[in-house]
Antibody, heavy 121, light 107 residues
Framework: EVQLVESGGGLVQPGRSMKLSCAAS????????MAWVRQAPTKGLEWVAT????????YYRDSVKGRFTISRDNAKSTLYLQMNSLRSEDTATYYC??????????????WGQGTLVTVSS | DIQMTQSPTSLAASVGESVTITCLAS??????LVWYQQKPGKSPQLLIY???ILEDGIPSRFSGSGSDTQYSLKINSLQPEDFASYYC?????????FGAGTKLELK
Protein backbone atom coordinates (compact mmCIF):
# COMPACT_ATOMS: atom_id res chain seq x y z
CA GLU A 1 0.00 0.00 0.00
CA VAL A 2 1.33 3.40 -0.99
CA GLN A 3 1.83 5.68 1.99
CA LEU A 4 3.00 9.28 2.10
CA VAL A 5 3.48 10.83 5.51
CA GLU A 6 4.32 14.51 5.79
CA SER A 7 5.93 16.18 8.77
CA GLY A 8 7.55 19.45 9.71
CA GLY A 9 4.66 21.88 9.57
CA GLY A 10 3.68 24.34 12.28
CA LEU A 11 3.69 28.03 13.13
CA VAL A 12 6.51 30.15 11.75
CA GLN A 13 7.13 33.88 11.64
CA PRO A 14 7.22 35.79 8.37
CA GLY A 15 10.68 35.81 6.84
CA ARG A 16 11.76 32.63 8.61
CA SER A 17 12.41 29.17 7.21
CA MET A 18 10.82 25.75 7.55
CA LYS A 19 11.56 22.34 6.06
CA LEU A 20 8.88 19.80 5.28
CA SER A 21 9.53 16.09 4.89
CA CYS A 22 7.50 13.34 3.31
CA ALA A 23 8.29 9.72 4.12
CA ALA A 24 7.21 7.38 1.35
CA SER A 25 6.57 3.66 1.50
CA UNK A 26 4.79 0.90 -0.39
CA UNK A 27 6.40 1.59 -3.76
CA UNK A 28 9.81 2.03 -5.37
CA UNK A 29 10.34 5.69 -4.52
CA UNK A 30 13.21 6.19 -6.95
CA UNK A 31 10.98 5.37 -9.93
CA UNK A 32 8.47 8.19 -9.54
CA UNK A 33 8.29 11.92 -9.86
CA MET A 34 6.98 13.65 -6.76
CA ALA A 35 5.36 16.98 -6.06
CA TRP A 36 4.11 19.31 -3.38
CA VAL A 37 0.61 20.75 -3.68
CA ARG A 38 -0.82 23.21 -1.19
CA GLN A 39 -4.24 24.40 -0.13
CA ALA A 40 -4.80 27.63 1.76
CA PRO A 41 -7.58 27.48 4.38
CA THR A 42 -10.98 27.24 2.66
CA LYS A 43 -9.33 27.69 -0.75
CA GLY A 44 -8.55 25.50 -3.75
CA LEU A 45 -5.55 23.42 -4.70
CA GLU A 46 -2.30 24.98 -5.87
CA TRP A 47 0.68 23.15 -7.30
CA VAL A 48 3.95 24.24 -5.67
CA ALA A 49 6.85 22.20 -7.03
CA THR A 50 7.77 18.97 -8.80
CA UNK A 51 10.92 16.88 -8.84
CA UNK A 52 11.83 14.15 -11.29
CA UNK A 53 12.40 10.56 -10.22
CA UNK A 54 16.16 11.01 -9.94
CA UNK A 55 16.16 14.60 -8.71
CA UNK A 56 17.82 15.91 -11.84
CA UNK A 57 14.91 18.16 -12.79
CA UNK A 58 12.89 20.49 -10.61
CA TYR A 59 10.04 22.86 -11.39
CA TYR A 60 8.41 25.59 -9.30
CA ARG A 61 5.47 27.94 -9.46
CA ASP A 62 6.59 31.51 -9.93
CA SER A 63 5.51 32.71 -6.49
CA VAL A 64 7.92 30.33 -4.71
CA LYS A 65 10.80 30.33 -7.17
CA GLY A 66 14.00 31.37 -5.44
CA ARG A 67 12.47 30.82 -1.98
CA PHE A 68 11.49 27.14 -1.97
CA THR A 69 13.64 24.13 -2.85
CA ILE A 70 12.27 20.67 -3.54
CA SER A 71 14.66 17.77 -3.09
CA ARG A 72 14.66 14.05 -2.49
CA ASP A 73 16.76 11.32 -0.92
CA ASN A 74 16.03 8.13 -2.80
CA ALA A 75 18.06 6.07 -0.35
CA LYS A 76 15.73 7.20 2.42
CA SER A 77 12.55 7.30 0.29
CA THR A 78 11.97 10.82 1.48
CA LEU A 79 10.85 14.01 -0.24
CA TYR A 80 11.64 17.46 1.12
CA LEU A 81 10.51 21.04 0.72
CA GLN A 82 12.82 23.71 2.09
CA MET A 83 10.88 26.93 2.46
CA ASN A 84 12.75 30.19 3.04
CA SER A 85 11.60 33.80 3.37
CA LEU A 86 8.12 32.63 4.25
CA ARG A 87 5.19 34.98 3.69
CA SER A 88 1.68 35.05 5.09
CA GLU A 89 0.36 33.94 1.70
CA ASP A 90 2.32 30.68 2.08
CA THR A 91 -0.04 29.66 4.87
CA ALA A 92 -1.61 26.40 3.72
CA THR A 93 -1.84 22.68 4.15
CA TYR A 94 1.01 21.17 2.15
CA TYR A 95 0.42 17.81 0.53
CA CYS A 96 3.10 15.45 -0.71
CA UNK A 97 2.00 13.70 -3.90
CA UNK A 98 3.24 10.91 -6.14
CA UNK A 99 2.82 10.81 -9.89
CA UNK A 100 0.45 8.21 -11.28
CA UNK A 101 3.05 6.71 -13.62
CA UNK A 102 6.80 6.60 -14.02
CA UNK A 103 6.52 8.74 -17.17
CA UNK A 104 6.98 12.07 -15.41
CA UNK A 105 3.46 13.28 -16.11
CA UNK A 106 1.92 15.56 -13.51
CA UNK A 107 -1.06 13.39 -12.59
CA UNK A 108 -1.15 13.19 -8.81
CA UNK A 109 -2.30 9.70 -7.93
CA UNK A 110 -1.38 9.49 -4.25
CA TRP A 111 -1.59 12.18 -1.59
CA GLY A 112 -0.35 12.37 1.96
CA GLN A 113 -2.56 13.54 4.80
CA GLY A 114 -1.06 17.02 4.61
CA THR A 115 0.84 19.19 7.04
CA LEU A 116 -0.34 22.67 8.00
CA VAL A 117 2.09 25.56 7.70
CA THR A 118 0.97 28.80 9.34
CA VAL A 119 3.03 31.91 8.67
CA SER A 120 2.20 34.54 11.25
CA SER A 121 3.85 36.81 13.76
CA ASP B 1 0.32 29.64 -17.80
CA ILE B 2 -2.71 27.53 -18.71
CA GLN B 3 -5.83 28.79 -16.96
CA MET B 4 -8.49 26.29 -15.94
CA THR B 5 -12.03 27.67 -15.69
CA GLN B 6 -14.32 25.30 -13.83
CA SER B 7 -18.09 25.61 -13.56
CA PRO B 8 -20.33 25.73 -11.71
CA THR B 9 -18.72 26.91 -8.48
CA SER B 10 -21.41 25.12 -6.50
CA LEU B 11 -24.16 22.72 -7.33
CA ALA B 12 -27.07 21.34 -5.33
CA ALA B 13 -28.51 17.95 -6.25
CA SER B 14 -30.40 15.02 -4.78
CA VAL B 15 -29.40 11.41 -4.32
CA GLY B 16 -30.07 9.53 -7.54
CA GLU B 17 -29.71 12.55 -9.80
CA SER B 18 -26.99 13.04 -12.40
CA VAL B 19 -24.73 16.08 -12.55
CA THR B 20 -22.09 17.45 -14.89
CA ILE B 21 -19.14 19.68 -14.05
CA THR B 22 -17.21 21.39 -16.80
CA CYS B 23 -13.66 22.61 -17.14
CA LEU B 24 -12.34 24.92 -19.83
CA ALA B 25 -8.61 25.22 -20.47
CA SER B 26 -7.17 28.45 -21.85
CA UNK B 27 -5.32 26.44 -24.48
CA UNK B 28 -5.28 22.92 -25.87
CA UNK B 29 -4.09 20.47 -23.20
CA UNK B 30 -4.31 17.45 -25.51
CA UNK B 31 -6.43 15.40 -23.16
CA UNK B 32 -4.06 15.74 -20.20
CA LEU B 33 -6.89 16.54 -17.83
CA VAL B 34 -7.31 15.15 -14.34
CA TRP B 35 -10.30 15.18 -11.98
CA TYR B 36 -10.05 14.93 -8.21
CA GLN B 37 -12.60 14.57 -5.44
CA GLN B 38 -11.99 16.09 -2.02
CA LYS B 39 -14.14 15.52 1.04
CA PRO B 40 -14.04 17.94 3.98
CA GLY B 41 -10.93 17.51 6.08
CA LYS B 42 -9.51 14.89 3.72
CA SER B 43 -6.84 14.76 1.03
CA PRO B 44 -7.86 14.90 -2.61
CA GLN B 45 -8.42 11.64 -4.43
CA LEU B 46 -7.70 10.99 -8.09
CA LEU B 47 -10.86 10.08 -10.00
CA ILE B 48 -10.08 10.37 -13.69
CA TYR B 49 -6.90 10.99 -15.69
CA UNK B 50 -6.20 11.46 -19.34
CA UNK B 51 -9.63 13.11 -19.51
CA UNK B 52 -11.53 9.80 -19.73
CA ILE B 53 -9.67 7.04 -17.85
CA LEU B 54 -11.23 5.96 -14.59
CA GLU B 55 -8.74 5.35 -11.80
CA ASP B 56 -8.78 1.89 -10.25
CA GLY B 57 -11.41 1.52 -7.58
CA ILE B 58 -13.49 4.50 -8.66
CA PRO B 59 -17.16 3.63 -9.26
CA SER B 60 -18.33 3.52 -12.85
CA ARG B 61 -20.97 6.17 -12.19
CA PHE B 62 -18.12 8.64 -12.62
CA SER B 63 -17.11 9.40 -16.19
CA GLY B 64 -15.00 11.97 -17.97
CA SER B 65 -15.12 13.32 -21.47
CA GLY B 66 -13.68 16.07 -23.61
CA SER B 67 -10.73 17.08 -25.70
CA ASP B 68 -8.68 20.11 -26.72
CA THR B 69 -9.85 22.82 -24.32
CA GLN B 70 -13.25 21.54 -23.12
CA TYR B 71 -13.73 18.79 -20.55
CA SER B 72 -16.45 17.50 -18.30
CA LEU B 73 -17.02 15.19 -15.37
CA LYS B 74 -20.37 13.42 -15.12
CA ILE B 75 -21.65 11.65 -12.06
CA ASN B 76 -24.65 9.40 -12.63
CA SER B 77 -27.05 8.34 -9.93
CA LEU B 78 -25.51 10.38 -7.14
CA GLN B 79 -24.77 8.54 -3.92
CA PRO B 80 -24.53 10.13 -0.46
CA GLU B 81 -20.73 9.75 -0.46
CA ASP B 82 -20.42 11.77 -3.69
CA PHE B 83 -21.25 15.08 -2.03
CA ALA B 84 -17.85 16.69 -1.95
CA SER B 85 -15.69 19.18 -3.83
CA TYR B 86 -14.32 18.42 -7.27
CA TYR B 87 -11.29 19.90 -9.01
CA CYS B 88 -9.96 19.66 -12.53
CA UNK B 89 -6.25 19.99 -13.26
CA UNK B 90 -4.07 20.69 -16.25
CA UNK B 91 -1.60 17.82 -16.33
CA UNK B 92 0.10 18.80 -19.55
CA UNK B 93 2.80 21.17 -18.42
CA UNK B 94 4.09 23.16 -15.51
CA UNK B 95 2.86 25.17 -13.83
CA UNK B 96 0.23 22.52 -13.24
CA UNK B 97 -2.94 24.48 -12.69
CA PHE B 98 -6.22 23.56 -11.02
CA GLY B 99 -9.72 24.77 -11.53
CA ALA B 100 -11.22 26.72 -8.64
CA GLY B 101 -13.36 23.76 -7.65
CA THR B 102 -17.02 22.77 -7.61
CA LYS B 103 -18.77 22.11 -4.33
CA LEU B 104 -21.49 19.50 -4.78
CA GLU B 105 -24.07 19.80 -2.05
CA LEU B 106 -27.12 17.83 -1.07
CA LYS B 107 -30.38 19.53 -2.07
Amino acid sequence: EVQLVESGGGLVQPGRSMKLSCAASGFTFSNYGMAWVRQAPTKGLEWVATISYDGSSTYYRDSVKGRFTISRDNAKSTLYLQMNSLRSEDTATYYCTRDLTTEGIGWFAYWGQGTLVTVSS
Amino acid sequence: DIQMTQSPTSLAASVGESVTITCLASEDIYGSLVWYQQKPGKSPQLLIYGATILEDGIPSRFSGSGSDTQYSLKINSLQPEDFASYYCQNGLSTPYTFGAGTKLELK
